[in-house]
């Protein structure tokens, strides 16, 4: 979540991303030419519900990596959802 807004913070829990970063984002992939229609991937739910709000891109979503999943981290289930989202 940190690394979509422009504050410098590393817990995500005092980090609020704001239309604005999903805007500078996509400037920021435009600047580099990716296309309109490249999926964005979301790590974790926060995250999905601030790009699915506001990115003009598709959005998929994957589990964070972090501690804080609780256990829902396993390769086997990020496997699936790298799979799910390379089919587009």
Request: aromatic share 4%; glycine share 4%; net charge negative.
């Amino acid at each position: 979540m940190t690394d979509v807004s422009h504050v410098i913070e590393s817990s995500s829990k005092d980090v609020d991303i704001t239309q604005d970063d999903v805007i500078n984002l996509e400037n920021h992939l435009d600047n580099l030419a990716i296309s309109k229609d490249a999926t964005l991937v979301a790590l974790g739910g926060n995250v999905n519900k601030v790009l699915t709000s506001y990115a003009k891109r598709p959005v998929k979503t994957m589990y964070h990596y972090s501690r804080s999943n609780n256990g829902n981290w396993t390769a086997d289930k990020v496997h699936e959802q790298v799979m799910n989202i390379l089919e587009k």
